[in-house]
Each structure stands twice: as structure tokens, then as C-alpha cells.
């Protein structure tokens, strides 16, 4: 990655550089994509005259958008082709994410599987509005379509969102004495400790990609997904016996989650949904290696909005 901040002239990029990926992100659901699309957006800022630009925050968001945009829409027959479910990359999080719920909330795993079922028009509208606070002109300009087509698109984005992400006051403390807590039954093989954290309905869902052996399909139940997971410590995974594995817990796209790794690489990332009451309503459990890049980097995103 060029270093932006190494010409004064270069400088307003930079600071701006955090948001940018932040936008890209969310809106495409991949570290490596969001990081390739801001490269592109500064190689467009380089060329631009920066003399006509009144706004330079609104002139490079409206550029990284509309990149995304674009990869959002070449991606879409390649997620339609995925073998067995999707999952955003994770990445490692940290800074604003972590004390301030609504970020954490936007760049979660859960929020950004819901995402991913919005039209990429709607998707960056929810995100620049409902996420960013960009007011409707500006998004109309950012993503080249009318104010009218704007508003329509933001309304079905967040009727969309809000009957497929129902919002819980989770306490952040409760959520990661939770996690501490499934790890050690996990590891243990205690299914009833497990069962006592999981909701009756809790659906498990894993991302190999194709890559490595992992359920095709949504495990749903708390006895089945309660099962599945006390085996961790009696079975080998991806060839490493569980004596060779780590699990490390640690802060996933805004909130607590859990590494595995093993033989120096990383092998999986878990993280949580909870409900109101702390129980695990939902577990993403990644699995490709070609989305744990980011991860086995140990590069730590500030996804903050502002």
C-alpha cells in the first residue's frame, strides 16, 4: 500500500483514508475489496483537479461509493454461485467500534449478511444515510441517481433491514462473559453448558467456500449446534488435531469473538448474535481461507463513521 501520508499534498486523502474504508467495507463486505476500492478512489484523487473540489469528505466518499457500486455489482453472480452460505471477511476491529454500539452494530457480521440481500443501490443508500448520516442530496450526487430515486430506494432499504434485523439492546459486558463462556464449554465438551447459552432456535451458519469441509446448509436448534461445537475439542480440524489448536478471544467486526489457529495459520473466526436476554440467537462461523487474510494479518480496523 502506497503511503499517503508521506507528501503534504497527499495529506487530505489520508486523513479522510479511515472513512473511506469504512464506507467501502460495508458496502461490499470484504476487507480486501474495501482496501482495493480506496486504492483505486486515490489514484482517481490523483488525477483529479483538486482545485474544483469545494468538499473534499463528499468528493471522495462519492468516489469510493461508487466504486464499490461497481465491484458490488460484478460480485453479485459469483455470490450467487457461492458453494454453501455466505459470510462477510471479518476483520479485527478496534478505536470508536468498540464504545460505540450503533458502529459496532453497522459493521457486524449479522448486519452485513442482512445487507448483502438489499439491490447494491439500496445497499449503499442504507449504509451512506442510515449508517454515515449523509443527507439525500448528497447521496443522490454520490451515487448518481435522483433525490426522488433516493428516497424510494432508502425506504425499502430500511423496511427491509428492520423486518430481517430486529434491534436488541445487548450489553456489551453481558455479550463477552458469554463468549468467554462458550469458549470454555466448547473446548470442554460440554454440551449442557452450551445448551444453557444458546437460544432453543439458535442457527449455526459456516463459510468454507468450497475450500474446506464445512455444513452446506444452516444448522438450526440449540441441541444440534450445541453438539456440533463440543466436538471442537475431540476431532481434528482441517488436519490439526485438537491438542495443536488455539482459540483466541478477541473483538470481530465491532463486538467479542473467537479465533482458532493452529500449525501458524489461521484455520476459523467465529462471532455471535445475541438477544436481548445475552443468549446466542445466531453463530457465523468463517472457515475460507481466502476470507481470513485480514485476520491472519492481525491488522485492526478502526471502522468508526466519522
Avoid at 468463517?286 to 491488522?299: R, Y
Wanted: hydrophobic share 45%; proline share 4%; charged share 25%.
Amino acid at each position: 500500500m502506497t503511503d499517503l501520508s508521506a507528501h503534504p499534498d497527499q495529506q487530505v486523502f489520508h486523513e479522510h483514508r479511515r472513512l473511506l474504508f469504512s464506507v467501502a467495507y460495508r458496502l461490499l463486505g470484504s476487507a480486501a475489496d474495501a482496501e482495493d476500492a480506496v486504492q483505486d478512489a486515490w489514484i482517481k484523487w490523483s488525477a483529479a483537479d483538486r482545485s474544483q473540489v469545494a468538499g473534499p469528505k463528499a468528493y471522495l466518499t462519492r468516489i469510493v461509493s461508487n466504486l464499490a457500486l461497481e465491484r458490488l455489482r460484478s460480485a453479485r453472480h459469483q455470490r450467487e454461485t457461492y458453494v454453501g452460505p455466505w459470510l462477510p471477511e471479518p476483520i479485527l476491529t478496534g478505536g470508536d467500534a468498540s464504545e460505540a454500539i450503533t458502529d459496532a452494530e453497522s459493521v457486524s457480521m449479522a448486519m452485513l449478511v442482512v445487507l448483502e440481500t438489499l439491490s447494491p443501490l439500496e445497499r449503499a443508500v442504507f449504509v451512506l444515510k442510515e449508517v454515515f448520516g449523509f443527507s439525500h442530496a448528497e447521496i443522490a450526487e454520490a451515487v448518481e441517481r435522483s433525490e426522488a430515486a433516493v428516497r424510494q430506494a432508502a425506504h425499502r432499504a430500511r423496511e427491509h433491514v428492520r423486518a430481517r434485523r430486529p434491534r436488541f439492546t445487548a450489553d456489551p459486558s453481558r455479550q463477552r462473559e458469554a463468549t468467554e463462556r462458550f469458549l470454555t464449554a466448547a473446548t470442554g465438551g460440554d454440551v449442557n453448558a452450551l445448551m444453557d447459552l444458546l437460544s432453543p432456535n439458535v442457527t449455526l451458519w459456516t463459510d468454507g467456500g468450497g475450500r474446506v469441509r464445512q455444513a452446506l446448509l444452516p444448522v438450526v436448534g440449540a441441541a444440534t449446534v450445541a453438539t456440533w461445537f463440543a466436538a471442537l475439542g475431540t476431532v481434528a480440524c482441517q488436519g490439526i488435531e485438537p491438542a495443536d489448536m488455539r482459540a483466541e478471544l478477541v473483538e470481530i467486526n465491532g463486538g467479542p469473538g473467537m479465533v482458532f489457529s493452529g500449525h501458524e495459520r489461521v484455520i476459523a473466526t467465529i462471532t455471535f448474535d445475541f438477544d436481548a436476554d445475552g443468549r446466542i440467537t445466531a453463530i457465523h462461523n468463517v472457515a475460507n481461507p481466502d476470507k481470513l487474510q485480514a485476520v491472519a494479518d492481525g491488522t485492526t480496523y478502526d471502522i468508526g463513521t466519522q
